[in-house]
């Protein structure tokens, strides 16, 4: 089985100012990861995947995340931050034998203030 | 249009009553899914299909029917409605072969009172 914990619900921040977004996942097997944002009364909207090869990975919007397989994390980061910007941010992992069955965190809120 | 679509957006329903809510893609896409998305818990998978005729369930399908008669509709039923079935309810399709993506619809609010 694998799970997925976001370490924040909830984050605020200032326009400009750096962001981070933490992930810690489990899993007994080789795993995929994603990055999902959902802005208000959307669906859902990748940002970023880890699939294999390099574990520093870009995404749209100037959005970056890290995996890293020893503290078993895949946090997101941003150094400059916009209001735009404001939204719902998922984590999610996918366990290589699951398929494409996502299992997601609980989702972070970030709050982007002027 | 092109994409992935949900219909109704909004459904109000009362306890015990059959609803369906309906997903279409117009991509071709192999896999579809179903999640429903509530406070707390994030998205969790309710079924999943990887092909016409091919279903199998998630981590939430109790209460919950589908079916996949053609590639581009994937219907998720709820036979007979409870109140912790109030939800928003998320399709996505993906062609895992290609791109690890799943694309997901605007989403389906459902109210069971």
């Known amino acids: 089985a694998q799970s997925v914990t976001q370490l924040d619900s909830q984050v605020p921040v200032f326009e400009e100012a750096p962001v981070e977004l933490r992930c810690n996942y489990s899993?007994?097997?080789?795993?995929?990861l994603f990055w999902y944002v959902q802005y208000p009364n959307q669906g859902l909207q990748l940002l970023l995947k880890y699939l294999s090869g390099s574990t520093l990975v870009k995404g749209i919007n100037g959005f970056e995340a890290e995996f890293n397989k020893s503290q078993t994390s895949f946090h997101l980061r941003k150094p400059s931050v916009h209001i735009s910007d404001t939204a719902e941010y998922f984590c999610?992992?996918?366990?290589?034998?699951?398929?494409?069955?996502?299992?997601f965190g609980q989702g972070t809120i970030l709050t982007v203030h002027p | 249009d092109a994409g992935i679509t949900q219909s109704p957006r909004y459904k109000i329903t009362e306890t015990g009553r059959q609803v369906t809510l309906m997903c279409h893609q117009t991509?071709?896409?192999?896999?579809m899914f179903w999640y429903r998305q509530d406070l707390g818990h994030g998205l969790r998978l309710i079924y999943y299909?990887?092909?016409?005729?091919?279903?199998d369930k998630g981590e939430v399908p109790d209460g919950y029917v589908v079916s996949r008669s053609k590639t581009e509709n994937f219907p998720l039923t709820l036979e007979s409605a409870t109140r912790s079935q109030t939800s928003v309810y998320f399709c996505?399709?993906?062609?895992?072969?290609?791109?690890?993506?799943?694309?997901f619809g605007p989403g389906t609010r459902l109210t069971v009172t």
């Open positions: 996505a399709s993906s062609d895992l072969a290609v791109s690890y993506e799943q694309y």
């Open positions: 899993s007994s097997v080789s795993v995929y």
């Open positions: 999610a992992v996918d366990g290589g034998t699951s398929y494409g069955k996502l299992t």
């Open positions: 299909s990887a092909a016409a005729d091919i279903t």
């Open positions: 991509w071709s896409h192999s896999y």
